[in-house]
């Protein structure tokens, strides 16, 4: 039931990884707010769900995402100190460092050293020995190298969500789960209505956080938005030993043809997650994606997997759909909506925002304020709104 004489500080579409942020960063300011989800908190049907995200620094898209990478571990630190009031809550982030493998001039290791380099940021560099060495689960051709980077790890996608939620809901934000919003409108007084399929709610500002589903909130704002369907899978294997007790790192490895796929250490008995970044189905709705198991898709990665990995039998345990909004130049966008003070968003994170998402919720909340950082200017719309044909 929406109460239509309620108008709210601000209301925030969409509560998964940014939406959840957002409405924790507006609740702290003290601000009455409402977080509307098509869903509800930590579900399974957008991108932020599936174990783990890789959290890292050394950032192989761009340097300017180093900034932005550091604030992103100081605030999963401060808010892992919130959400563990007792040990028994696992860890939000754990940091089992990161290999990152290719060639020496291929995108990832180029990236990867130029960030660290531009930024002052430690890593280690190994040989095809070394990395065999340390982690005989690599089976590593002699042209590739390793860059380690000792600090970076995974966050526990989920739980990160729920602790974002919990944290606004202690500060008062109110939530509407199973609530799809249709449409929304700012009149001149600078009103804003929301219309959903369960009824209208207003507020004084507006946060579209709507991930796969952001193109059709923003209205005839084109950013050129792609969805790629990408099946996370988890993998019991024999005689190695991959699991996070044994201090296994997260990886990712580019190939010689640009491919790329990544994995993660074993966690709470369910497998080693191993995944491709590059390729996907191209989706035109998250509706769309078909969530059984995708043959296609846990074949390249078997075939990642006896290429470059030592072990005996290995068995798919688990798998699971996700999407990535991809923007044309792989960058995020996050901007106010043109033509209004009071509305913002953020979308195509492109199949890797999840780190950044505190930074990116409280961002959010500094723009309803009238707040800019140079920081993200190279993630404002600019001339960047052009569909990629
Ligand atoms: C397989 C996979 C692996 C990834 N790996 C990494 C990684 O290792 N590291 C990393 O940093 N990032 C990674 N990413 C990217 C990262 O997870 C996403 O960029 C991030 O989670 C997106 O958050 P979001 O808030 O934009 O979208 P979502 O979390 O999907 O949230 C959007 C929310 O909006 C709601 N919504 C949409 N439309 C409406 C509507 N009309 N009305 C009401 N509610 C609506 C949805 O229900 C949803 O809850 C990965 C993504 C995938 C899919």
Known sequence: MSDQSTVYDCIVVGYGGVGSASLMA???????????????PAHDRGSSHGQTRIIRRAYFEHPNY??????AFEMWGELNKRHRTSLDKKELLTQTGLLQMGREDSDVIQGVVSSA?????????FTPDEIRQRLPLFKIPDHFVGVFEPNAGFLRV??????????????????????????????????????????VYRARRLVIAAGGWSAPLLG????????????????????????????FPCFLLEEDNGDCFYGFPEIDYLGMKVCEHSGGVPVSSPAD?????????????????????????????????????????GHFFIDRYPGFSNVVFAAGLSGHGFKF?????????????GNQASEFD????GDRAKPSN
């Open 117 to 125: 380099k531009t930024h002052g940021l430690t890593i280690e560099h």
């Open 158 to 199: 989920e739980l990160c969500v729920a602790a974002m939620i919990q944290q606004a809901v202690k500060n008062g934000a109110e939530l509407k789960s199973n609530h799809c919003v249709q449409s929304w409108d700012v009149d001149q007084q600078g009103l804003v209505t929301v219309e959903t399929n369960r009824g």
């Open 357 to 369: 998402a505190p930074v990116l919720g409280s961002y959010l909340v500094d723009l309803l304020e």
């Open 66 to 71: 180093v900034p932005l990478a550091n604030r």
């Open 289 to 329: 994606i078909d969530r059984g198991l995708d043959e296609t898709q846990l074949m390249r990665t078997r075939q990642f997997m006896r290429e470059y990995c030592n072990y005996g039998k290995s068995r798919l345990v688990h798998h699971s759909a996700c999407v990535y909004t991809m923007s044309p130049d």
């Open 220 to 247: 005839n704002l084109d950013l050129g938005l792609q969805l790629l369907h990408k099946q996370q899978q988890w993998f019991q294997l024999d005689r190695v030993d991959q699991k996070l007790e044994s201090q």
């Open 26 to 40: 507006a609740a702290q300011k003290g601000w009455s707010v409402l977080g509307i989800d098509r869903f509800g």
């Open 378 to 381: 190279f993630l404002k719309i």
